[in-house]
């Protein structure tokens, strides 16, 4: 569902980017709150893994293709405010590098890939897990439902773009029907990936999935025949230094495992799967052909770029040039989201350290 330049005109493309800029900043704040040190790490890995997940083109019908948004994904796995974030790193990634998704409708990309999937299905998630039993069941079908709705509800907010300032004269009656149509079908793909994604990490590690938090599975202890709740074990007050030092260093070798199989996994998806994706246009990319949307669509303004249309210049290999292009995106977006995120969560830290706070109330 990447927007060209040149479907939607420059007044709407403007507001949209000023939107952007506001939800962007509004995450960033937030995403303080969200992130410690068990999903910062995760955040810059959760970029990482939808950038190359994007590159799997799957068919759904009639000559359409499909891929993840990841709005759904990312808001589960690390937070609303860190997925919005992560979705935006992805999308500028992808626009100045890979020449997908065009500069001037960067803000209508963001607006619609990042902020609507996202806010649409955290809050049904969150609504879901309300009423669901608190089990890891329930968390990744919520993760699936969550994920199906984001789709057809991007598709539903680009039309409602296309409707104030597409460049072409076309019935939005037809675009909507067409436009969620064909993005319901992917987004049954986009559930499936969202859920099986989510419901992988809860196997491992569920107190690494932001939207899991508060699940835990009670102790059993077999008492005269019968199993019986054990109470949790405490930490001593005096083990607490300890225990919080060796978090904040790191020492946490599954979690440095789950971290390492996810970019393991992102580089091979990118890397070598990517070559077996779907050559079919995408959802939007159909619409347009079929609805003259793509008229008046302009050519990318980095279309000379050498990692243009996922592939690297000069390489006439299209499976090395393609894997190898997307082994540097996945690099890129990981260092890119975990210096953000990192950043992010150093701030946290040094507003809320003790030290800081006694030499403030000291001042004043």
Excluded at 17 to 23: E, F, K, Y
Excluded at 355 to 361: G, M, Y
Aim: include cysteine; charged fraction near 15%; proline fraction near 4%.
């Amino acid at each position: 569902m990447h927007v060209p330049d040149g479907f939607i005109d420059a007044p709407v493309s403007a507001v949209t980017g000023v939107i952007a800029a506001g939800a962007i900043a509004v995450s960033l704040k937030g995403a303080r709150r969200e992130l410690d040190e068990r999903t910062a790490p995760l955040a810059g890995l959760v970029a990482a893994f939808i950038f190359a997940v994007q590159m799997l083109n799957f068919p759904v019908a009639a000559g359409t293709s499909g891929h993840l948004l990841g709005g759904a994904l990312a808001a589960i796995l690390v937070g609303p405010f860190t997925g919005v974030l992560c979705v935006s790193v992805v999308l500028l990634m992808q626009g100045v590098l890979f020449a997908d998704g065009g500069l001037t409708a960067l803000g209508v990309n963001i607006t619609d890939m990042a902020i609507v999937t996202t806010v649409v299905a955290y809050l049904v998630f969150r609504g879901l897990v309300k009423v669901l039993p608190r089990t890891r069941r329930s968390v990744t079908v919520s993760s699936f439902v969550a994920a199906l709705l984001s789709v057809p509800a991007a598709a539903l907010a680009f039309t409602f773009l296309y409707a104030l300032g597409g460049t072409t004269d076309v019935s939005i009656g037809k675009v909507a029907t067409a436009m969620v149509g064909v993005h319901v079908l992917i987004g049954i793909g986009e559930a499936a990936i969202t859920a099986l994604t989510v419901g992988a990490v809860i196997a491992v590690r569920p107190d690494l999935v932001y939207g899991a938090r508060g699940l835990t599975q009670k102790l059993k202890l077999r008492v005269g025949g019968e199993l019986v709740d054990a109470e949790p074990a405490a930490v001593p007050v005096a083990a607490l230094p300890q225990a919080l030092g060796s978090a904040r260093a790191g020492r946490d070798p599954l979690h440095r495992k789950v971290w390492i199989a996810g970019l393991v996994t992102s580089l091979v998806l990118a890397g070598f799967v990517s070559f077996y994706a779907s050559a079919n246009p995408d959802g939007l990319e159909k619409v347009a052909a079929d609805k003259g949307i793509d008229k008046k669509a302009e050519e990318h303004a980095t279309a000379e770029s050498p990692l243009a249309d996922y592939g690297v210049k000069d390489i006439t290999d299209a499976r090395l040039s393609g894997g190898l292009a997307g082994v540097i995106g996945v690099g890129v977006t990981v260092v890119a989201g975990s210096a953000v995120f990192w950043s992010l969560r150093r701030r946290r830290t040094s507003d809320t350290d003790p030290a800081s706070t006694a030499s403030v109330t000291e001042k004043a």
